[in-house]
Each structure stands twice: as structure tokens, then as C-alpha cells.
């Protein structure tokens, strides 16, 4: 019997790791998940980009710029440009959303994951998030590193209709 606990307890750690991967890939094998509509807009493709902006993250646990505005329904490329020492990441949402995420990642400072809403940056590098903002509203993006956002790593977005 304890055995099967025991099957069974990392079969949920295998999936949750799965879940929560940091590293962008492919998944061999299996079929992309379909994007999810969020408060805040949905997964991007790039071939309908219109614009990129570019956010840099330093290690002074800023944003810049810290906000940007765009237009109901533009798809953008976020160019995430980390000049800091250490990794970032930008991950767009809710006040409350993101909140609930930090609190997530103090508890679990080693968990990994993967949205199209987020980018983790290694120190020096850049990646792009391809999003469609298709939702009016003001919203928020962090750096939900453990202690960053803590320290005040977040910006805010517009998007008008």
C-alpha cells in the first residue's frame, strides 16, 4: 500500500513539474495547448505583431519603461531585455492575480513555470512574449522572482479600446 502512496505522490510531482516548467519547449510528441483567454488578453501570434516594446529588467528591481499603453485588440512582441545579474522575469496580469502568484513562489521559491503570459530572462539575455491584447483595461505586470516583486519589480499596462 505504501508503495502505490508512494506511485502515486510522484506521478503528482512529475505533473506538477511538468506543469510548471520555466524552460520554453517544445514537448515532443504531444500537441501545443490552445491558447487561454485571460482577464488580460491572450497568447499572440507573431506574424500579426504591429509593434514591439521593450521592457528591461535591472537589478535595482525595475521596469523600464514600468508602463506602456496599447490598443484594444493589438497583438505586440514584449521584447524582455534582462541587464541585470540574476534572473527575471515579466509576467503580465491582475494585481490580484499576480499577488496570488508571489505568494505562490514564496512559498514554493524553486517552483517552475511556463505561461504565454510570462518570460523568465537569464542575467544579460532577452526573449520575446507574443501577446493579443484583446481585453480594455489597466492591468499589471511583475517580476515574481522570490523577494523581486516584493521589492517593488512591477509596472502597469493600459489597454484602450
Given at each position: ?20 516548467s520555466?524552460?520554453k ?47 484594444r ?40 513555470h ?14 520575446d ?12 505586470f ?20
Open positions: 500500500m505504501k508503495a502505490l502512496q508512494f506511485i502515486a505522490v510522484c506521478a503528482l510531482l512529475v505533473s506538477a513539474t511538468a506543469s510548471f520555466h524552460e519547449s517544445s514537448h515532443h510528441g504531444q500537441a501545443a495547448a490552445a491558447p487561454q483567454q485571460q482577464a488580460w488578453g491572450i497568447a499572440g501570434e507573431a506574424a500579426k505583431a504591429t509593434r514591439t516594446i521593450t521592457l528591461r529588467m535591472t537589478d535595482d528591481m525595475r521596469f523600464t519603461p514600468s508602463h506602456f499603453n496599447v490598443q485588440g493589438e497583438t505586440v512582441r514584449l521584447r524582455v531585455q534582462n541587464q541585470g545579474q540574476v534572473l527575471h522575469e515579466v509576467v503580465l496580469g491582475t494585481q490580484a492575480s499576480l499577488e496570488q502568484h508571489a505568494a505562490m513562489m514564496r512559498e514554493h521559491p524553486g517552483m517552475e511556463a505561461e504565454a503570459h510570462m518570460a523568465h530572462v537569464k542575467p544579460g539575455r532577452k526573449d512574449l507574443l501577446w493579443n491584447f484583446n481585453r480594455a483595461g489597466s492591468f499589471d511583475a517580476c515574481l522572482v522570490a523577494g523581486h516583486f516584493e521589492a517593488g519589480m512591477r509596472g502597469s499596462f493600459t489597454v484602450t479600446p
